[in-house]
């Protein structure tokens, strides 16, 4: 029971990083169609920026924890939604309304490029980061002194997630951003007639998905203590298996996956082994998209005759 | 093109003001990519992370993409001439000129020429760029010249290549990166035929390479069987597992299918990676036998007794390299093979109903046609090329392990038919040899070898989404040849 | 409504078809018979095409049954796999908005349509492989009914045209052609005189009464085009939001006050949709013409 309890307060938590990366790509699924391969390099850069960002505010003497993790995230989120932009941009923008399969070979090509370009320029070593946050709760104690902890830090990961997820739903529903990006979706043609910039949508899509995902970089880099420049492929393909599992271009959806995976990947390296963790994730994803490809939450999508 | 060529000469002068802005903003963005990953570079000290700062780099990509952006512009607004002129020194000074580092060095070069292809285009045509459709009739031509020319350059490129191994300058490592090429070739054709043909993006082909290579590393260490026993075997099984495989994911669309078998493909390194009992885990395999001369012969130089060696056979001296050059003929022939069967299979039903699929699979059904089937035939006969190139790379290696069957190795071979021109067989061969064999020529710069690899791979789907020779003949003529291609080209020229 | 008098070749009984809310297809009964061109009107979304849909596979109904009846059948279309349909059953369909292989040869499109005929011949690749001549006589074959259909469709010049470069009217009767190598019983035709100019629909009224006449088969056919309609139809099937409201000979149709109320509005009805006013002149053209 009580392990239980501790591997699903880890789940959860594991669960809230994926789900952050998770929207990044149900939202670029859900407004061009294309699966963002780029978009775990991005999660990645944002943890090396966080890690980079706590160093230098350490050595200008901002050590203060709720300053500096405010600055953290905000400089992370800053710069790796340029990244994003850039990338769709450069990558992605020229090859709208080419073949179906050139967009995402060249997402292949630019993950590619970035997880060499970050081990190029940051070294291929993996990077320790000293915990920022400690201590936490006693939740319950087995007989064999067992301890049930919720950590301080787990909370923070947590909240921050709900927080942001209600702010981005908010987002989403009820701004004229929101209701740009859910035209688009439909159809891209019909809302560029009716006065939607269809191209700074798209753009300001990539970076707020870049964003949440640099969100998810930080939390990691608090979370785990390290980092190296080869994090984002697994990472990404388990949050892309959370956008499939939870319904692919749906919002609630995405966090839902997030959730579900984090739970399945705690408890699957708790109770049966943990080598084979990540084939439970990819099995996850094979066996949703070949028996229900429209996920839990995800509509129907109907072959055009 | 008179009436946009005056309107280009007509514009008087330029806004400065606005180019400044225009590049400004530019570099602003090239500052914030660089500044902290560029600039803010992570040491470990002792136990500690610290930073060292390298804001010189960050100023010189800054620099260059200002400046790069400013002759971008002008290019655009017709002062293609001089951009030219400049860009050429450039990229002629960048060579010469000492800079802070090779990668440096690199960009610089590669930006000027880029310019510098922009300002011939703007110079030639008026405008620095040319729309999607004219970079595909130009590049479909120079693909159609190609594929004419294969017609001659194939066989004096087969000729050259079972020559290779007598050349005078045909040392060890020649042969070496000769063999490293052709495997290369070999699983690229394998791969271009669900790829190129059949329109389905595999992400996982590395997984039948890794199944071929394992069934015969795995049987010659159980049961003693031997290279020529397990290569069939290893096809075959392959060809098993593509099907077992491919029967439940082929339903699905273009991409899922594609992160699907990148699944696959990963459940199958991870296995191997953790049932060390049977698989040998992370340490691999090792002491693989290598392939005798047909089952006749070992290229020993004491072989067993009462049995002979190679040397012996033919009478002649006890020489290592006997054995690189038989690999080398045993991976060329395979390789051919592939090719040949290919060729073949384009101008059967088989062949055609995988490029009417590619065209349109919702058409394939209404002509009466089993999706699933064909691209199972596709999967299944793609999978067991890989695996014959895979019991090669065990025999050639001795020694396997799963960190041979990344993702990567995937992405490589995806990039050589990519690159090359989807479906274009000469096309894998030049993408091979720029992929594989410009970084063993290369060596110093093999750091970057990826790095360019993956900005390649974008900038030919920018550049021409079907790859850089893809241009297809028709597999059956109704009327003589010479014809056919003039009448099209007559009406494209009238069109 | 009347019976039209013939052998029939397709029945299609209450099929009706569902998407979620959505009733695209409303208990539409109908016969179609053999050697005849029947044709389904009526206003957009009365639910035309779905019922192609259904009729091929591509859909499979909510409520219904679609009988075939051939040699070797009857054959029962909403139990068909999709391929099968056009495989066993024999029937052929084109696309409202084209659908050919837009990057291969004209006469490849041909050939692949022949797909099945010669995997068999070729011994499912092996016989083809070995180049064996029982597969070379059958791909011949394969090419010589490839260059009836192009003579027939005017297309010869173009065989070795990639048909993606063909214009717009050629691509239209390219397709009709690939359709018909599949050598069906019952030609479904999506709107083939869409975007044609007055000249070609003329030559495709003649090439589907050739279909009729010589090729002994049934046609059936979606179109707007009324002097298309009228002038080669044997039997008119006029469908209205998703519902069958007249069904008869193309005379008999005309004059059928549904049918009029339907194009034309009741009296009182003002929000009649563009697309079926631009059909009505035509309508009553014809009405005069004759």
Redesign the interface.
Known sequence: MEYFVQQLINGLTLGAIYGLIAIGYTMVYGIIG??NFAHGEIYM?GA??A???F??LG?AGITWVPVMLMLVLI?SM??TS??G??IER??YR??RG?????????A???????????Q????A?V????PVIQGGFVIMERADGFVVSLSYLQILIIVLTTVLMVGFTGLITRTELGRAQRACEQDKTMAGLLGVNVDRTISLTFVLGAALAAVAGVMVTMYYGVIDFFIG?LAG?KA?TAA?LGGIGSLPGAMLGGLLIGLIEAFWSAYF?I??K??AT??I??LV??FR?TGLLGKPEI?K? | MTAIASHANARPGLNVGAMLKEAGLTAL?AL??T????G?????VG?????TTRFDEVLISVLLVFVGRIGLILTREGHALPVLVVSLVVAVAAWFAPLPSE?LRVITIAGAAVLAIRAVIAVRRDRSTLS?QERDRAMDRLGARVQDAAMWIGPIAVVFAIALPFMPFASRSVVDIGILILTYIMLGWGLNIVVGLA?L?D?GYVAFYAVGAYSYALLAHYFGFSFWLCLPLAGLLAAFSGLVLGF??LR?????F???T???G??IR??L??WAVFTGGPNGISGIPRPSFFGIADFDRRPPEGEIAFHQLFGIAFDPMHRIIFLYYLILVLALLVNF?TM??R????G??W??LR??D??????????TNIKL?AFTIAAMFGGFAGSFFATRQGFISPESFT??ES?II??IV?LGGMGSQIGVVVAALIVIGLPEAFRELA??R??T??????LI??WR??GLLAH?D??????PRRS?RQ??AD??AGA | MTAVPGIPLLEVEHLTMRFGGLVAVNDVSFTAMERQITAIIGPNGAGKTTMFNCL???YSPTVGRLTLHRTGGPFLLERLE???????AGV??T?QNI???????V??NL??????K??KA?A??VA??LGLPS?RKA?KQA?EL??YW?DKVKL???????AG?LPYGAQRRLEIA??MC?EPVLLCLDEPAAGLNPRESGDLSELLIHIREEEKIGVLLIEHDMSVVMSISDHVVVLDYGRKISDGTPAFVKTDPTVIRAYLGEEEDEELPPEVKQDLPEVAEREEAP
């Open positions: 294309m699966i850069i090396f920026i890690v980079i960002s160093i230098v050595a400089i800053v710069f340029i990244y932009w850039t450069l990558a020229p090859l080419s073949f179906r399969l050139a967009p995402l070979i060249s292949i090509g630019m993950s590619i490029f970035l997880q060499n370009y970050v190029l320029v940051q070294g070593r990077k320790p980061m000293p492929f393909v892309f499939v082994s080598e084979y990540d084939v990819f099995a994803l094979v998209l070949i490809p072959e005759v | 963005v914030a990519l500044f902290p990953l560029v803010l570079r992570t040491v470990d136990s500690r992370l610290t930073i990668i999607q329109g993006l992400l439940p994911v699905l669309r273009g991409d899922y594609a992160i699907v990148l699944g696959f990963e459940i991870v296995v990676l953790n069967f073949r299979i101008k059967l039903p088989l055609r109903a490029e009417a065209e349109d919702i058409a394939c059904t209404s002509l009466g046609i089993n999706r035939a993702f990567i992405a995806l990039a990519v750091e970057y990826m790095l690899f993956g900005m390649g791979m974008v789907m920018v989404p079907r297809r028709p597999t059956i003529l109704l009327h056919a009448q099209q009406s494209e | 091929t596979g591509f999709a391929f099968r349909i056009s495989q066993q052929a369909r696309f659908r050919l292989f837009a990057h291969m040869s006469l490849e050939v692949v349509a022949q797909h099945n010669l995997m070729s499912f690749t083809g492989l597969y791909e090419v490839a260059r192009l010869t010049k173009f065989a070795d045209w990639e470069n690939r359709a599949t």
